[in-house]
């Protein structure tokens, strides 16, 4: 069952990463300026193959930041499952899997992490109990990009 669902939400990411794209060709490309130096500077991948993967480590955001602002304007709530990551763009989808046990979850990135931190993400409080790793506070994971989405209404 977990399979299929997570098939069907990778075709839909698909589908809508190809309309976003075909939307995107029309407009004027954006410069990047020095604000961006901490974004990765390509594009969301289009096809599973060409899917980024990166291994780092995970944490999970403290109670107190529950009904702040994020960095791209939405209100935090651990009950959803998003993440904060300094090295890709606001707006992705990630799969986010504990190497650990093996557990994953699929996260929006919403948020930055403070520019010293080291971690590769910080999960929402939700995501980080089904990777099961609440106990031990950090984990070591593995993150793959599986796509840019641009409309809030999602969350």
């Known amino acids: 069952m977990h399979k299929l669902i997570y098939f069907i939400l990778i075709l839909v990411f698909i589908l809508i990463d190809t309309e976003?794209?075909?939307?995107?060709?029309?407009?004027?490309?954006r410069k990047l300026t020095a604000k961006d130096s901490s974004i990765i500077k390509s594009p969301a991948p289009s096809s599973p193959k060409e899917i980024v993967i990166k291994y780092g480590v995970a944490s999970f955001y403290a109670h107190k930041f529950n009904g702040r602002?994020?960095?791209?304007?939405?209100?935090?709530?651990?009950l959803k499952y998003t993440a904060a990551c300094n090295v890709l763009p606001l707006g992705t989808w990630v799969k986010v899997t504990n190497v650990k046990n093996d557990k994953s979850v699929i996260v929006y990135i919403n948020d930055r992490l403070h520019p010293k931190n080291k971690r590769l993400v910080d999960l929402s409080k939700s995501a980080a109990e089904k990777l099961g790793f609440i106990s031990n506070g950090?984990?070591?994971?593995?993150?793959?990009?599986?796509?840019?989405?641009?409309?809030?209404s999602v969350l």
């Open 20 to 29: 976003v794209n075909a939307q995107q060709a029309k407009k004027p490309k």
């Open 69 to 78: 602002k994020t960095a791209n304007g939405n209100i935090y709530n651990s």
């Open 138 to 152: 950090i984990t070591k994971v593995k993150v793959e990009v599986l796509g840019k989405l641009q409309h809030k």
